[in-house]
C-alpha cells in the first residue's frame, strides 16, 4: 500500500494554535461581559442613583440598546407640592430618547428650552410615589441629563446606548 507524502509544517500548526487559543479567550470575555451585564442588563448595568437630600431615587440601565425598550424608574420621597409631585428631566436626556409611554400618565406637562417638568396628582394615581418611563433611545453614544423633583436636589443619568 503506497503511503502519502505529507510534509508537516509543526510552526504553523503552533502558530494557529496561538490564533485559535486567543480566538477563545476574546469569545469568553465577549460572554462574560454580556453576563455581567456591561452589553445590557445585569449587575454591572443595574444603577440606582439618589438625590443628595433623598428626595428621588432613580433606578436604570447603565447600557441600554439602540431602540431597545428599557425603563427609568422614578420613586418620589419629597412631600407633594400643593396636591402634586412635579418632575422634571433635562432635555439633554430626552432629547436622546422616545418615551413610549409614562405609567401613571402625567396630569399635564410643561415644555421649557431646557427641561420638560411632568406633573404627578399625589394619591391613588401614583402609587407610593412610584413613576416608570417606557423609553427607547434614539441615538448611540452616551446619554447624560438630569431628573430633580420641585426644584430639588438632581439625580444624575449616565448611560451608554449600544447600536
Known sequence: MP??????????QK????????GWIVWGLIVLAALAGLL??????????????????????????YHHP????????AAPKDGEWQVTMDRSLLDR????????????????????????LAGDNVALGKVVFHVEYERYGGAQGSVFVAERSPVSVNQFVYP
Open 3 to 12: 503511503q502519502l507524502d505529507l510534509e508537516r509544517n509543526d510552526g504553523f
Open 15 to 22: 502558530a494557529e494554535w496561538r490564533v485559535q487559543r486567543f
Open 40 to 65: 445590557g442588563s445585569g449587575w454591572l448595568s443595574d444603577r440606582n442613583a439618589t438625590a443628595p437630600d433623598g428626595s428621588l431615587a432613580v433606578k436604570y440601565d447603565r447600557f441600554v440598546h
Open 70 to 77: 428599557v425603563q427609568i424608574e422614578l420613586s418620589l420621597h
Open 97 to 120: 430618547l422616545q418615551i413610549l409611554r409614562i405609567e401613571p400618565e402625567p396630569e399635564h406637562r410643561v415644555i421649557a428650552d431646557n427641561a420638560v417638568t411632568y406633573s404627578f
